[in-house]
């Protein structure tokens, strides 16, 4: 039998707001102290007390902020998701909206444009070209269209492209046919990849019903998430503080078009990503970030990393030490757009091939293509101390020089 969490609403003005907020949406956040586990099945009891109206909502538990978050600045509670998409939610609720007259109307932000409202959403998605396929996470969603976040060189603007997208609870796919309308550049590589959908008329019903769930079921989700500024307390102090109140959690900081994304379970590190780095190379490079925002979900995100787990505190030691030790490096010697030139015996047996590291080796190989040093920095997956010492030891010794 599932258990009863109790909603009350004093006035008609409060009881709108959060309709409009939330309830309009297919969710709703419930602050309390007793605990419940994700997906568990729970009936969520609508009171207008200030009419004796009440209306009881099935649904399930999509997030849990438990009461350890309260000091970080989290609300304990659940957030649930209803049960049917937001349009029969909003049919059950037809009793307390007329008690309540008639709901505001939310106003279109262009009135000359008619645009399918975007949401942010975070679900597993590949998406195919003609050659090439790459793996990622949506990073908001539309009826028309979805922005990818995407590791790699990603696909080239006018590219037809197969979409499939996978329905955060069900496991659904659902696949669409698009086109490449934009690509967000970070330091030299595709960080995220706009689509347009292109669905014919008969397939247009089914990803309406998929993009609604998706919408509705990430909107509950962030109910009971904590947001804020970077600046105020930095990245190190924000993983450090949910770190030690949370038993898994997953903190996501953007900063102008980049974003990052940092998961832990049981004080062990279970992935970072930014853009195509990953692991130290990408914590290092978050831990360095002094303004943008952040979000935090008591929750570990799906993620297909294959890098084995990290201790927590031991990664955060790690990362700070090297983003000390690289501020010791004289960047101005290795301007970022300084392309690095190979001596013609760089790595001939003459050189001493043994005695170059693997990192050496690697430097080496795309300076012979013409690699700036920033290219370099971003691919080879070794943290970037680590290659910034590279370079600086084989220009040291005549192997490599920089042309601007």
Known sequence: MPRIQR?????????????????????????????????????????????????????????????????????????????????????KLEPLIAACGKMPQPQPKDSGRRMAPRVAARVPVRVDGKEVGSEGT???????????????????RGQRVHVTMEHPTTGEAMEVQGTVVRQIE??????????????PDANRPDVARFVEQVQSIEHTRRLGGITGPIEELGPLSLLQMFGGTATEGTLVLTNGDDEGVIGFEAQLLRNVQLGSATGMKALVRLLSWQNGSFEFFSRLEHNDTTEAPLPLEAALFDAVRQIDEAKRIDRSRLPDDATVVAAADAAEPQLGQDSLSKIEAAVIDLARAGFTILRIIDVIPEPDLEILRALESLADRGVIRFEN
């Open 7 to 91: 909603l009350c609403f004093a006035t008609a003005e409060i009881f709108r707001r959060e309709h409009t907020e939330d309830l309009a949406s297919g969710g709703v956040f419930v602050e309390t102290t007793e605990t419940f586990l994700l997906r568990e099945a729970v009936v969520i009891e609508l009171v207008l007390q200030f009419c004796n109206q009440k209306v009881a909502l099935e649904g399930e538990v999509v997030h849990v902020v438990p009461p350890e978050m309260a000091g970080a600045g989290g609300r304990p509670g659940i957030a649930v998701q209803f049960r049917g998409a937001p349009s029969e939610v909003s049919r």
């Open 138 to 156: 949506t990073r908001n969603l539309s009826q028309t269209g979805v922005l990818v976040a995407v590791a790699g060189d990603g696909l080239e």
């Open 186 to 199: 970070t330091a030299g590589d595709v960080a995220a990849l706009g689509i347009e959908f292109d669905s």
